[in-house]
Structures are given as C-alpha cells and as structure tokens.
C-alpha cells in the first residue's frame, strides 16, 4: 500500500520538509532551493496547560527563523523551474525576510514592499541579502497595491496567489502526524494571518488519510488573531462564510496585522468543518506570555507564538479544552526576526 | 548487531540528539531537559568550494541559536538528575545563553559570569531568562576565575569541568555519520574555543566504529581560530603538545576568544590522529564572508561559521583540500545572538 511505502521511505531520509518529496508537488526534486527547512521539534511545555497536555511547535529554528520558509522553499524553487524572472511580495515581517533569503539561494532577483510601520530590524535582514526593498505608507493592504503599481514582470509570490506556498506549509501537517506516530493531537492551536497553515494543513491530513496512513479523528483548529485586527474571529463569531476586511487594525504583532485574507472563506470553512474555535488576544498579553515563557520555560517565542499560547491556556482555563486533550501550539517565528 | 539494532531504532524517532539514547550516558530519559535541540540540516554550499563539495553544518536552528545547546542539554538535565542546587558558568556569548535557558527549562537556579566586552545583546537574552548575570573585567579567563570566587555551591559546567557537554557536543558526529548514512566526509571544519566539539565527535567516532556502524575512513579535522587569539594554531604549528595561553586576545568572534582550552591537549591530540590541520584566519575577512554568504547563499552565519568557511575556501584554493572531497564546515551559531 501507498501510505506503507512511504512509511518505509522516510525512515532513511534527512529531517527536512523534503523528506515528503512523494507528497510535494515538486517536479525536479535535484533543483530544489534547499536551505535546511522544516524538521522543527514538537516541544512539551512541561507543567503549562494541565490538565490538559500542550506542546509547542517550535518554528523558530527555521533557516531565516520562522515558518514561511516551508512555503517560500516550495515557491521560489517551483518559480525558478517555471521560468520566473524575478519574484516579489509584500509582507509586513517574516515573509519578507524569507523571500530574500530563498529567492537569493535562488539566483534569482527579487523585491519585497514593506509598510512603513515594519520593523527596522526586517528591513536589515532582507537588505542583508542584497535584492530590492520598498518601503510603502499604510499597512500590508496598501504595500501590496503599491507594489502591483510597479514596473517589471517579476512574480508576485504573495499569501495563494500561487499555489506552492500552501503545499510548503502543508509539510507542518506531515510533520505533526509522523511526530504523533500518525494520530494527531485533538487541537491546533494557529496564529492566523493570511491563514496559509491551516488551509495547507487541512490538505496534508487529507492526503494522509487518503494514503490510509492517519489513525483516530482529525484535529479541531483554534484561530487565533489579535484584538485590534481579527477579521476571521468575528466573521467565525458572526456565522458568515467570508469575512470583511478589518478596518484601522492596531496591532504590534506583525504576523497579525493582517486585515484581509485572501482565501478568508477557505479559512472559516476548514475551521468549521474542523469544529474549531477562534480566539482574539489582547495586546496587553503579549510581551507577558513572551516574558513569562522565557523566564519559566527557556524559551524565546515570537509575538504570534505568545497570541497562540496565551489562547490555548484560555481555553483549557475555561475547560474549552478538556482533560487529557493534546494541543499543539504553533510557535511561528524567532523574536530576533522583529529585533527582540 | 548492536549497530543494526541501532540503526532499526533510530528509524522511528524524533530527529533531536535524542534519538542516539543508546550512545547518551543519562540515566533517566523521561526526565530530560528536552528544548528540540539537534538535529540541523546539512546545508549544501551550492557553487562554493568547487572542485571539493561543501556542506554548512548550520546549528543556528537550536533552541538559543547555537550548538551551546547539545551540551547544556547534557550537562543540565546531569546536574538536576545528581542533585545540584544551582548551575553557573563563564562564557562570553552563546553558552551563557543557552545555561541560562536550559537551567531555566530545569527549573534550577542559575549564574552566568560574562567578561565586561561581551556584547549587550548576549546579556539581555540571558536575562530574559530570570537568573544571575555578572559582569567582569577581563577575558573569558578572568571572568571564570572572578566567577569561582563567588559564594555558594552552585555546580560549574564549563568545558570540560564536567563530562556531560562533550556527550552532548558527541551528538554532532552521530548526526553526522547519519546524515552521511555512516560514511563521513573527508574533512572536518571546525571553529574552535574550548574544543568540546573536536572532542565529542571524535568520541562519537569511535563509539559508532566499535559499534560496527561506520564505513570508510575517519574525517581530518580542520581547528580554525582567530588570528588574534590562536592559542591551539600556534601549538600545531609549532608540533608541541600543549597550547601556551594566549596574551591579550584580539578578536570580536566571541566563540573564538578563548585564550586558553582547558583540554588543549586533547584537541591537538585529535588534530593529528586525524591528520588535520590547523588555521589562523584574519579578522578582516569575517564581516566580508558574513556579508558574501547571505547575498550569494541567502544565508545568515554568524562569525565562528564565517571563520570556518573561510578557512574551509582557502584550503580548498590551496589545493591542501582536493577535488571531490566532502567538506562539512560548522556554522555554529546564529549572528542574532551577538545583535546582528
């Protein structure tokens, strides 16, 4: 059987999302843009979200430290095969920072439109790589239509405007699954900006399920999303299948600060079929379950990853999430990415 | 064969340093200090290094962004399964990060002593983490002997006080060995302070050959320090046993600025077992490699990795490396740690 093989297959393979090759979409897997990506650990926060049991995905030790190198790798290597003559994106943080780096491992020239309000650090670490930064007034919105405005015929490799990125953040699914020996844990806990992961990892566990590989039910997705911009919480609270773009979001958590997704119907929909949840943070609780994670835990989590925490103990506080129940937390990026 | 049951056993599991707990001298496994450390890509160095093959050993991914972790992981979950009170060290960057975590992670009070120089970025990671940070004047040297003065019975991990850091750094050449599916590569690439890392693979070597598990011949290790503080270069080069302390070290690669190894002699020892060499780079060169190999590689490197691949390049353009052969250079922490 299919699932078998594979099962077989990646018992000799490197730790890197490429050790899925059977379920990427890759057609020269020798030409890949490989920069050591995917392969994060699942790690026990031990003694946090009893009684329920909590783990973080811990996407920081990605190659430019979060988890939109799994998508850029897939993007820009599925591009360069395509002919692609330049790529670009706006992105308000992380996505920035790994166009740069992937499109450069690449040999391929690139741009990136940030908002002005993006962190200075950001703006460093793409021009580290020598490529085209823009820097546009408003928010992510405003930095996309300014950059379409430009010259040139680069692609634009932005959130599902093409389709490689969510099969490069589908390998977030896969890995979960062989990391729970194929049963996966009863919650997602997801930071949800363009939403990308949870449409990717709704994908993988189909996939998986069709090669008979998965064991037990799937997982319930919680969205989370900030207070000050949570276009896919209200529309999730609301009842409606698509969801209004977010007027004036104020939020500091840049992965976040995303007003409208593009594929905001996609979202609501997995999430529902899923029997999810979706939360909204208060700014407040940020740098305190950031502070609050490093002095208790060891470890230094992103703005997102500490949104997605400080939802998932909410919900085992008020028994949403029940006893013995496994919630993996995703822990999208590196606080250093922002300057942290 | 133990070497085939090993090699069955490792199939199935999580790819953290972990997954070799046969060759791991802890006792209680469940009770470890466990952050998602190990396990880092092999990064091919596509175009660079021709005609050798060169490969980045990129452990900027662990949990406080450097190979620091392998052996604090050790050293701390040793130290709480012994009953230590508390836990201390000098170092000037990445291994009073990763204490200060891993203690934190262990629940264990801890102290780290930094030299007055250390970059301010190294202290307020280590402080995020809740423990005693002490500034003194002086090098590394200094700031260990000011540190051992101090009151209290907290244990010293340094290098190579106690064993379980160099069992820790071991896992490097068991992931090694694996990644290279047991037939290592030629040539080793090493940045090197205290030399913990020289000493773990070496040991890892022999462990996996008494095992029956490797094949082909053992890797020539290349020990890379600064030109401003080469106190293990010199030694080689002067064919003595020991290295005689380093005066007045010049050098901002803090990993490098170790003017004396406590197990000198040791590393010179595996140095010409293994037939290896030894190389002095200049400090000019490692903002230029930085800057190089994130606009031509798209990857970030911090010094230690840029001095290793420098050395690596020039052994390669002097012939000393030859066509065809492997070449495995660590870059051993991310630049973040250090501010950049």
């Not at 680069?154 to 896969?174: A, D, H, I, Q």
């Not at 194929?182 to 566990?205: D, H, N, Q, S």
């Not at 609270?237 to 500091?252: D, I, K, L, M, Y």
């Not at 230094?300 to 925490?309: D, K, M, R, Y």
């Amino acid at each position: 059987r299919r699932g078998r093989r594979l099962r077989r297959a990646l018992a000799a393979r490197p730790w890197t999302l490429w050790r899925y090759r059977e379920l990427l979409p890759l057609v020269d897997f020798d030409g890949r843009v490989d920069l050591g990506e995917g392969g994060t650990p699942l790690v026990p926060l031990v003694g946090a979200g009893a009684p329920a049991r909590l783990w973080l995905k811990n996407e920081a030790g990605n190659p430019t430290g979060s988890f939109k190198d799994r998508g850029m790798a897939l993007a820009v290597t599925r591009a360069r095969e395509l002919g692609a003559p330049g790529v670009e994106l706006a992105s308000a943080g992380n996505a920035a920072i790994s166009l740069a780096a992937y499109a450069t491992a690449a040999g391929l020239p690139w741009r990136v439109a940030l908002p002005a309000d993006a962190p200075e650090a950001v703006e460093r670490r793409c021009r580290a790589h020598g490529g085209e930064v823009l820097r546009f007034p408003g928010t992510l919105v405003e930095a996309g239509q300014r950059l379409a405005e430009q010259e040139g015929d680069f692609w634009n490799v932005s959130t599902l405007r093409e389709p490689y990125r969510v099969e490069g953040k589908k390998t977030m699914g896969l890995e979960l699954a062989e990391q729970f020996d194929w049963r996966l844990p009863e919650w997602i806990v997801y930071p949800t900006g363009g939403g990308t992961g949870i449409l990717g990892m709704r994908k993988a566990f189909d996939e998986l399920a069709a090669a008979g590989l998965l064991r037990g039910p799937r997982p319930r997705f919680v969205v989370v999303q900030m207070a000050g911009c949570a276009p896919i919480v209200r529309a999730f609270e609301r009842g409606e299948e698509s969801a209004e773009p977010w007027v004036a979001p104020q939020t500091r958590v840049w992965g976040l600060r995303v007003p409208r997704a593009l594929g905001d119907f996609l979202i609501l929909e997995a999430l529902r079929l899923s029997g999810g949840l979706a939360v909204a943070v208060d700014e407040a609780a940020i740098a305190e379950r950031q502070a609050e994670t490093a002095r208790r835990h060891g470890l230094a989590i992103g703005p997102e990853g500490a949104a997605a925490l400080e939802a998932a103990l909410g919900l085992v506080e008020s028994g949403r999430i029940g006893a013995g129940e496994r919630v993996v937390v995703f822990q999208t990026g590196h606080p250093a990415n922002y300057g942290g």
